[in-house]
């Protein structure tokens, strides 16, 4: 406990006036803290605290940019995307272009077929008809010939006056059924 | 060097109801006998203490700022934590960043300094605040009022700087001169005064506070004084609680109004 209080050996003076050893000792003591924190250690510690802020702000700044790299990922995507959508449209819509114009080529083409089978079917028939009307003619000559033959007694052998005789007939024929058609 | 030591040791006899006055500490507390003397340089236990502060808290942020690194270890982060405490707590918030950051390191000295010096008043065997001895605070006070003395000038130039320490002010009209006068010896003499008298006066006080309650619980302890020592003894505890605090205040307050004063002597004039 003494040696809390281990006396001085001078009077007490005025406490508010320093001591010069004191004083001396106190301005040496704070030199050499000054001296180490300003001159090496706080300048450490400086270094290591902006290292730390790049580092942080350089993370930061990394994540900035895949961010950016992502958006402009996803932009592109969804333009393909689009683009794509886009194309699938067009071509939907050609094909259905191309359908119609297919189906009214049909159309048309079946159109002209049928004309064409119709065409040739009344040719068909025409023809027919008039192998058929000169075929009757000759058997209607002959069948008359053989009948104005019996009637008359007559022979009638020689072709050629039998077939002009025939066809004069038959004219007449023709023409009062012509006539009589005018007529009407 | 005539004084008798008994009448500064303690009387470990002298109690009370034994017919022995209250052996009140006085301003012998403050004084140490030399632990040993250099050519009529006599080296005592503050100046110890003196120097033991400075290898603390250089030691200290030697450990923790010799080798930093980007993720910190345990004393590292305290160190940053103390650091930043000053740099960002009191020099960035009264000078500013950009002007601040030069007197960084000067106001992190002192605060640490300050503050061990004033912490060994309830560190055991050591029992004394180096700081309620005038010369240290004056010591730390004339390196600030050179440095903000010396920055005004620097600033401002010679007219300037006279201004500026004066509060020179054409607006004021009348009262100019007794303005100019008033800061004068505010500003120029007393300032530095009441910078060192602040630290000096409080560390003073609490020391003399606790040494006093100690004292009386040892002198009441004497028949039925026993209680009013237990209550001495209480307030010793108390005491000490808040000196830890009072330290710490006043370790800030002394850094805070050296950054007010360099923060006044780079302010435009105004």
Sequence with gaps: MN?????????????????????????????IVFGFLAKKLLPNINKVLEQRREAIEGGIEKAEEAKTEAQSVLEQYKAQLAEARHEAARLRQEATEQGAAIIQEMKAEGQRQREEIVA???????????????????????????????????????????????DRFLDELEDGASKAEAAR | MSADPQTLAFDASCHIFSGCGFPAPGLHTFMYKPIFEVGGFEFNKPMLLALLSTILVVGFFWMAFNKPKLVPGKVQMIGEAGYDFVRRGIVYEIIGKKDGEKYVPLMVSIFFFVWLMNLWSIIPIAQFPVTSLIAYPAALAIIVYILWVGLTFKTHGWGGGWKNITGYDKSLGWVLPLVVVIEFFSNLLIR?????????ANMFAGHLLIVMFTLATYYLLNGLGFVYAGASFAMVLIMTIFELFIQAVQAYVFVLLACSYIQGALAKSH
């Design chain 1, 3 to 31: 040696a809390l209080y281990v006396a001085a050996a001078a009077e007490p003076q005025n406490p508010l006036i320093p001591h010069l050893d004191e004083l001396v000792i106190g301005l040496i003591a704070f030199a």
């Design chain 1, 120 to 166: 040739a079917g009344h040719a068909q028939i025409e023809a027919d008809r008039k192998a058929a009307a000169s075929a009757l003619r000759q058997d209607v000559g002959k069948l008359a010939t053989d009948l104005a033959g019996k009637l008359v007694g007559e022979s009638l052998e020689d072709t050629a006056r039998q077939s002009r005789t025939i």
């Design chain 2, 192 to 200: 530095p005064f009441t910078h060192a008298v602040r630290l000096f």
